[in-house]
């Protein structure tokens, strides 16, 4: 697994709580474009859960 999915993760994880992508974004420094495909892919294996939140703003939130 790519580094990037493998820190994805764990920010996920040690949250406890469902994240919106800016905020993964944020705490990794990462485009929010990029990291919103990624963690898509990521949802798509099964590894992330995620849910749009609001379609007007493309807003999702994620959760393991």
Same mark, same amino acid.
């Given at each position: 697994? @790519?580094? !990037?999915? %493998? *820190?994805?993760?764990?920010?996920? *994880?040690?949250?406890?709580? @469902?994240?919106?992508?800016?905020?993964?974004?944020?705490?990794? *420094?990462?485009? =929010?474009? #990029?990291?919103? =495909?990624?963690? %898509?892919? !990521? /949802? #798509?294996?099964?590894?992330? *859960?995620?849910?749009? #939140?609001?379609? /007007?703003?493309? #807003?999702?939130?994620?959760? !393991?």
């Amino acid at each position: 697994m @790519p580094e !990037l999915e %493998q *820190k994805i993760l764990r920010v996920v *994880k040690n949250a406890g709580v @469902p994240l919106v992508t800016s905020e993964i974004a944020e705490k990794l *420094k990462v485009d =929010r474009r #990029i990291l919103l =495909r990624r963690l %898509q892919r !990521l /949802a #798509i294996e099964g590894k992330v *859960k995620g849910r749009r #939140i609001e379609a /007007a703003n493309g #807003i999702w939130i994620w959760w !393991l």
